[in-house]
T-cell receptor, first 114, second 113 residues
């Protein structure tokens, strides 16, 4: 079964600085998707960014970008110019192209210091 | 456009009681999902419905039943609640062809004593 590991339970960053959140996954499949979700105190899950495994180019969404290393099964999230509103739990997720089962990591709590 | 709504927001049950969590979406999405979130763990898929009239088990289906009432609504039922089912429950939906992008509801915090 696929597993997703986030090794950093908590991270902290100074406002306007850059922070990188780590994620690794285990799979034997070649076709899959990876995601980063943000969960603020309101608890609602918000899609931040996604990456298709067949794409070599790293996905970017404004201040959010990923470093996707397929061979190493690594998918880190970089947040540039951190803002106070970025403070939240961040979840890495994996989904096989062949089914609807999304697997999530345990999450990283990000604190942004003013 | 409310997105995905869930009721109730909070619920306390006694062991053995039953209840139904309601979920509705107004985005005309085909697929809907139920997850649970426990402390220190990521979301785990309980059941999903790829389209109206179909439901499938996810990673942790035991102790739950679901009903896809129509395209908008997808309910989760606990027939005989157990303390191990204390969790936060999230409903999500996605449109056909964009199943990789799931929209989540605000969650229901359930406590079973």
């Amino acid at each position: 079964a696929q597993t997703v590991t986030q090794s950093q339970p908590e991270m902290s960053v100074q406002e306007a600085e850059t922070v990188t959140l780590s994620c690794t996954y285990d799979t034997s499949e070649s076709d899959y998707y990876l995601f980063w979700y943000k969960q603020p105190p309101s608890r609602q899950m918000i899609l931040v960014i996604r990456q298709e495994a067949y794409k070599q180019q790293n996905a970017t969404e404004n201040r959010f970008s990923v470093n996707f290393q397929k061979a190493a099964k690594s998918f880190s999230l970089k947040i540039s110019d951190s803002q106070l509103g970025d403070a939240a739990m961040y979840f890495c997720a994996y989904r096989s192209a062949g089914n609807n089962d999304m697997r999530f990591g345990a999450g990283t709590r990000l604190t942004v210091k003013p | 456009n409310a997105g995905v709504t869930q009721t109730p927001k909070f619920q306390v049950l006694k062991t053995g009681q039953s209840m139904t969590l309601q979920c509705a979406q107004d985005m005309n999405h085909n697929s809907m999902y139920w997850y649970r979130q426990d402390p220190g763990m990521g979301l785990r898929l309980i059941y999903y419905s790829a389209s109206e009239g179909t439901t499938d088990k996810g990673e942790v289906p035991n102790g739950y039943n679901v009903s896809r009432l129509n395209k908008r609504e997808f309910s989760l039922r606990l027939e005989s609640a157990a303390p191990s089912q204390t969790s936060v429950y999230f409903c999500a939906s996605s449109e056909a062809g964009r199943w990789y992008e799931q929209y989540f509801g605000p969650g229901t915090r359930l406590t079973v004593t």
